[in-house]
């Protein structure tokens, strides 16, 4: 084993012990963390990973071993350890861990605001190559030397614009100053025609995606349609609790109305927007997809439509697989075998709810993907009331999956399919046309399905909706029949529909 460097501040040392495996993390000399109270993370990566924190909140079986367990308080002095009784995964046990050489890595996961691996304030240690072998009982010691630096937003461009936006609905609601981050892609000849007003285009992106990734993927368009030019506003993807859905919500906090009465505003008035509601267009996929279709129908009068993209699900009777309303437990299906949460467009089952929950398990306080920041936590958390201690109640309990009916039904507040039912005839009329949702009918976490029985009720319901629901034929996760600039095409001309109008 080649020698640590003492610059590194880190020990590793091989001990007899018994009962195993055991890791020991303390903070590092001279260190004094910004909070000294969050989770702490062990990952077991490949030996040749430089990197291993990469790995945690991957899926699937192959995934790096992730250990965690709770740290009240941090501070010099203090050792944590991790051990066959912390909770693992994706393997069963750390009895169970192939013997082997393992890139060892410790993440203290402390940032209360955004609830990400490399948050601003995080520590880690430094990663040490190791041969563990559960048959002998061994010691891996580690310390905590490596604080993330603070947030610095990317430089702005003559075309790309950056916010960091103080909100006070917000900052009300945590008890402290809270923020709102975003991009702005400004379209061409924006400096140059200072007399000209734009539409704005919201976009959201997959789960947790940041506000950097603008010009990624779909956010990267020439931003016209027809000759109508548009200014885009990309929002982020991060939170205290994970991605924060863009609406309000008991855990997150008023999102919906932060974005709604400050934030656009403030947008549309620095950057020449029209600002009224019919220049005003949402879109995006998977979670994106939800959000612009939510944030549309939360505030029929305030976008002029929704171009929503293989959303997450529509209608909670089936949140993928799950029937919240009726379904007794959301890992094993009434049939008494374990739900899958993914599949191939082939129908092969890539995980299992249970996979997927319990690498979130990991990740959060109390064991539980409550708090883990992934995406059933940040689904929870959107959708479930506050219980004890200002905590978000769990849909269902971490390791059996039995769901909490009373907490599923405060979730109905946010199915979009039973929202438009039971609205319908005050609803109908402001959303005329403005509702376009298009997904595969192979979706790789079975989206499709909610889909399904939103268009039994929108293929009924009167008044007409006047919009567009459309599959795919095989169609995967990330399935679209539209390029952004066709996309831009059917903005422009409502856009144009409503000039008329007026």
């Known amino acids: 084993m080649p020698a640590i460097s003492s610059l590194a501040l880190l020990a590793l040392a091989l001990l007899p012990a018994p009962g195993g495996l055991r890791f020991e993390v303390a903070l590092g000399a001279g260190l004094t963390p910004q909070w000294n109270s969050g989770r702490l993370l062990l990952v077991l990566g490949d030996a040749s990973d430089k990197d291993p924190r990469r790995r945690i909140g991957e899926t699937g079986l192959e995934n790096a071993p992730i250990l965690g367990c709770d740290v009240p308080e941090l501070k010099p002095g203090l050792t944590f350890e991790l051990d066959g009784s ?18 060892v890595q ?3 996961r402390c940032n209360p605001d955004l609830r ?32 993330e630096p603070p947030e610095e937003l990317p430089a702005d461009t003559d075309e790309l614009k950056f916010l960091k936006f103080e909100s006070r609905k917000l900052s009300a609601f945590w008890g402290r100053p809270m923020f709102l981050r975003a991009s702005v892609r400004l379209p061409p000849g924006f400096a140059t025609d200072t007399d ?19 010009g990624r993927g779909r956010g990267r368009t020439d931003e016209e349609g027809d000759g109508q030019r548009f200014v885009t506003l990309q929002l982020d993807g991060a939170g205290p609790l994970g991605d924060p859905y863009q609406v309000d919500s008991a855990n997150h906090g008023p999102y ?12 549309e008035q620095k950057f020449r927007c029209i600002g009224e509601p019919r220049a005003r267009f949402t879109t995006g996929g998977s979670t994106g997809g939800w959000v612009s279709f939510a944030l ?25 697989l799950v029937d919240v309303y009726e379904d007794a437990n959301a890992y094993v299906n ?4 374990e739900r899958a949460s993914k599949r191939n467009v082939d129908g092969e089952t890539e995980y299992t709810m249970r996979h997927e929950c319990g690498i979130e398990n990991v990740l959060g306080e109390g064991d539980s993907y409550v708090f883990s920041g992934g995406q059933w936590g940040a689904w929870n958390a959107t959708y479930s009331p506050r ?17 909490d009916k009373r907490v599923a039904e405060q979730w109905k507040k946010y199915d979009l399919r039973l929202v438009l039912q039971e609205n319908w005839k005050t609803l109908g009329p402001k959303l005329a046309g403005k509702i376009h949702v298009y997904v595969g009918d192979a979706d790789d976490y079975f989206l499709n399905n909610a889909v399904v029985r939103l268009q039994r009720f929108l293929e009924k319901a009167k008044p007409e909706f006047g919009g567009t629901l459309q599959y795919g034929w095989r169609g995967g996760h990330g399935w679209t029949p539209l390029s952004s600039a066709d996309m831009l095409k059917q903005m422009a001309a409502r856009l144009e529909a409503a000039a008329r109008a007026k």
């Open 86 to 103: 912390s909770a693992i995964a994706p393997i069963a046990s750390l009895a169970a861990l192939p013997a082997g050489d393992y890139s």
């Open 106 to 108: 410790a993440v203290f």
């Open 116 to 147: 990400l691996t490399r948050a601003p304030g995080n520590l880690s240690s430094e990663p040490v190559r190791v041969h563990l072998d559960p048959a002998n009982a061994s010691t891996t010691k580690l310390e905590l030397t490596r604080v």
């Open 196 to 214: 000209a007003r734009y539409p704005l285009l919201v976009r959201i992106g997959g789960y947790g995606q940041r506000f950097t990734s603008v």
């Open 256 to 267: 919906g109305a932060a974005l709604t009465e400050e934030l656009i505003p403030f947008v």
């Open 296 to 320: 549309q129908v939360f505030y029929p009068d305030f976008f002029n439509g929704c171009w929503s993209f293989f959303p997450d699900g529509v209608d909670f009777r089936c949140f993928q």
């Open 334 to 337: 009434r049939f008494g075998f």
């Open 387 to 403: 219980g004890e201690g200002g905590k978000p109640m769990a849909i269902w309990d971490p390791k059996t999956g039995a769901i």
